[in-house]
């Protein structure tokens, strides 16, 4: 009951602001702006969305290495894309990250070893998101970032070294919960993923280049549609746009984010179709992409299933 409620909330939140967005702009106006999009930027928009799959698969693959889990590249990359696919049909982007968890079970049936590999990788992709805000921020708009943000930013670091320590891991070994064992067994991979620096700094680089990607996306949908931005105002507003599809208030985003860059885009002095339209293709793509890749794999899986050999 309370699962359905909260999805009602959320269906609520999300079909509220685009109601409200839509009651705001010019129909005539979003058309126009998608008059002379460039095909040619979109499909170049396409290989980037590929390459950063590829990229995720190549630091899955580091983290799983860090705890004694070797899977070949090319099945991480298969079991992001057929996820990507699967979490455009939920109320969350982390329904993608599931099916991650379930299709590891083929190469190792620790559920939790594999649960934390992927809770790790969007805790990188969050540091990075979170970091690239706070330098661009301070270094183009030549202010201290918020100090309420940066103290949540610091203490989530805190936080994650302290629990992945030595130390407190042999302390929490000692205490006699069940529920405690769960995260206990999160907390050591996480132990091993930190304890070997080499493949933790590939990491942590790669959730770097992919966030920063993702940024230069954002300016390529702009060029596509004839809008002209400073790419340093993408870097400071981009990853807060993107950060608000991790608040858990809406569906899969939706709504929120294209709030988001209505405000961001509004502030900057463009207007609110110009910055719908933006919003509205990277949604588009999203859904393209993952549609004509992820969605051909799941259909080939669900009718040809691979054998492990």
Not at 115 to 134: E, H, K, P, Q, Y
Not at 263 to 281: I, S
Not at 283 to 288: E, F, I, K, P
Not at 291 to 300: D, H, T
Request: glycine share 4%.
């Amino acid at each position: 009951m309370k699962n359905k409620l909260l999805l009602i909330v959320k269906i609520l939140i999300s079909g509220g602001i685009i109601y409200y967005l839509f009651k705001q702009i010019s129909f005539q106006n979003l058309l126009h702006t998608y008059s002379n999009i460039n095909l040619l930027i979109l499909i170049i928009a396409i290989m980037i969305l590929f390459l950063q799959s590829s990229l995720r698969s190549l630091k899955w693959k580091y983290i799983l290495a860090s705890d004694n889990i070797y899977v070949p590249y090319l099945f991480l990359l298969k079991s992001i894309l057929i996820g990507g696919f699967i979490s455009l049909f939920l109320p969350t982007s982390f329904g993608g990250d599931v099916y991650r968890v379930y299709a590891l079970k083929k190469y190792n049936l620790d559920a939790l070893q594999n649960a934390s590999s992927v809770l790790f990788d969007r805790i990188c992709g969050l540091f990075a998101l979170t970091s690239i805000s706070i330098i661009s921020y301070t270094f183009f708009y030549k202010h201290i970032i918020d100090y309420r943000f940066l103290g949540i930013y610091l203490f989530g670091i805190i936080l994650f070294l302290i629990f992945s320590s030595e130390r407190v891991l042999a302390f929490l070994d000692n205490i006699k919960f069940k529920i405690l064992s769960f995260f206990l067994s999160i907390f050591k991979s996480f132990n091993k993923y930190r304890s070997r620096k080499n493949t933790f700094l590939k990491s942590l680089v790669i959730s770097f280049v992919i966030q920063n990607n993702i940024i230069w996306l954002i300016k390529l949908y702009c060029v596509a549609l004839n809008i002209s931005i400073d790419i340093r105002y993408l870097y400071m507003v981009v990853p807060l746009i993107y950060l608000t599809e991790t608040l858990p208030i809406s569906i899969n985003g939706l709504g929120v984010r294209e709030g988001a860059f209505v405000f961001f885009f509004f502030q900057a002095g463009y207007t609110k179709e110009e910055a719908l339209a933006v919003a509205l293709l990277v949604v588009a793509m999203r859904y393209l992409f993952s549609m004509i890749i992820g969605g051909s794999l799941f259909f080939k899986a669900m009718l040809l299933p691979d054998k492990k050999k």
